[in-house]
T-cell receptor, first 114, second 118 residues
Framework: EPEVTQTPSHQVTQMGQEVILRCVPI?????FYWYRQILGQKVEFLVS????????KSEIFDDQFSVERPDGSNFTLKIRSTKLEDSAMYFC????????????FGDGTRLSIL | AQKITQTQPGMFVQEKEAVTLDCTYD???????LFWYKQPSSGEMIFLIY??????QNATEGRYSLNFQKARKSANLVISASQLGDSAMYFC???????????????FGKGTLLTVNP
């Protein structure tokens, strides 16, 4: 069964450094998402990407964040200058076109900011 | 704004017994969808089951079923014949439409940690 893959599984970065989290969504999916989950808290929506552009973003997704789909398969989340509070599990998800289709999540990247 | 409430931070069940995990929701949209996801200790998020607001029957998927009570705004997950591998965090989530098309984001509850005892 096709799945969403995320790399790396764990990323440790110094505060202030840039980090890029990578995702390969399921190949025929049209909608792409990033969510984050701070340890012990709810999963929170960050951004949605459709038709090669951001379709919606949350208040968390400020100017430090950006997303790209550079080559039709990869989907990346970049954090320009990381802060301690960016430490979280980051999930990529993708979905087919129909409204009743679920979002399929990757295994997540655990980001630790030191 | 939409809201999902899971009132059980933790639940225990004996292996082979059934367990119900509660989820209530609040929305003003007449068309909505509810999802349940499982998150084992390894961290991945696994889709389990979906219920649409206009679906005539309660959703079922193997050992998972949804007790959907629209008037009470509840969508409880029932796991039958619990197995040790069912021990995990379970999240209820609601579809929240975005942008006027067919895109949506998920609003998650806080989750319920299920422990299956041998």
């Amino acid at each position: 069964e096709p799945e969403v893959t995320q790399t790396p599984s764990h990323q440790v970065t110094q505060m202030g450094q840039e980090v890029i989290l990578r995702c390969v969504p399921i190949s025929n999916h049209l909608y792409f998402y990033w969510y984050r989950q701070i340890l012990g808290q709810k999963v929170e929506f960050l951004v949605s990407f459709y038709n090669n552009e951001i379709s919606e973003k949350s208040e968390i997704f400020d100017d430090q964040f950006s997303v790209e789909r550079p080559d039709g398969s990869n989907f990346t989340l970049k954090i320009r200058s990381t802060k301690l509070e960016d430490s979280a599990m980051y999930f990529c998800a993708s979905r087919a076109g129909q409204l009743n289709q679920p979002q399929h999540f990757g295994d997540g990247t655990r980001l630790s900011i030191l | 704004a939409q809201k999902i409430t899971q009132t059980q931070p933790g639940m225990f069940v004996q292996e082979k017994e059934a367990v119900t995990l509660d989820c209530t929701y609040d929305t003003s949209d007449p068309s909505y969808g509810l999802f349940w996801y499982k998150q084992p200790s390894s961290g991945e998020m696994i889709f389990l089951i979906y219920q649409g607001s206009y679906d005539q029957q309660n959703a079922t998927e193997g050992r998972y079923s949804l007790n959907f009570q629209k008037a009470r705004k509840s969508a409880n997950l029932v796991i039958s014949a619990s197995q040790l591998g069912d021990s995990a965090m379970y999240f209820c989530a609601m579809r929240e439409m975005m942008g006027g098309g067919s895109n949506y984001k998920l609003t998650f509850g806080k989750g319920t940690l299920l422990t299956v005892n041998p």
